[in-house]
């Protein structure tokens, strides 16, 4: 049985959610956004807070048959969804938790974390881990491709366990990026979208 409350509040929705999205016009947006971060054929991106699988769709369309995702998220329903509708072997699924992540030191080359940043208690320890598990060079996104403002709107009159997890604005998000050792390089807080990218410097 989960324990964590975040988790039991994401089981629960979890048959629900894609129902809530238009996952049409979700598809273009994450495609879209993808093409802007240069994904690559042969990366292996992290995909945390995987939910019920579309940004991993999205991730499988620009992959080469070389390419990998490994999907994590804290609530096992939600990956029960995704493995559903996504059964490419190129996806590896994990139930774990953002800030203590079972993967090697530098074993991914890009880590998105796709509206879920908000949720994660210690964003100074999960940006930490970040860190660890990208190569030297390799990049990280906390995007929602919403604006901040609504992300907020969404959260505040949602369940207890999520009503207080607003997300910081973005100029916040970059210093707790940069105090875990990454470079920040773009920082988008607008009434579009909101991206922090940062890249974990070379040796």
């Known amino acids: 049985m989960t324990t964590n409350p975040r988790a039991a509040f994401f089981d629960d929705i979890a048959e629900r959610w894609d129902g809530w999205e238009d996952l049409p016009g979700l598809a273009l947006r994450l495609g879209?956004?993808?093409?802007?971060?240069?994904?690559?054929?042969?990366?292996?991106?992290?995909?945390?807070g995987c939910g019920t699988g579309n940004l991993v769709r999205a991730l499988l369309e620009r992959l080469s048959p070389s390419g990998r995702v490994i999907a994590v998220d804290i609530a096992p329903r939600m990956i029960e969804v995704a493995r559903r509708k996504v059964t490419d072997a190129r996806v590896e699924w994990r139930n774990e938790e953002a800030r203590a992540l079972g993967l090697p030191d530098g074993s991914v080359d890009r880590v998105i974390c796709c509206a879920v940043w908000p949720h994660f208690d210690g964003a100074a320890a999960v940006a930490r881990e970040m860190r660890r598990v990208l190569r030297p060079g390799g990049s990280l996104h906390v995007w929602h491709p919403v604006p901040r403002a609504r992300v907020n709107e969404i959260h505040a009159s949602a369940g207890e366990p999520v009503r207080h997890d607003m997300l910081a604005p973005g100029a916040e998000t970059a210093a707790v990026l940069e105090a875990a050792g990454l470079r920040v390089t773009a920082v988008v807080d607008d009434g579009e979208r909101y991206l922090v990218t940062a890249v974990r410097p070379a040796p």
């Open 32 to 48: 879209r956004g993808l093409a802007e971060f240069g994904v690559a054929p042969g990366e292996t991106v992290l995909d945390v």
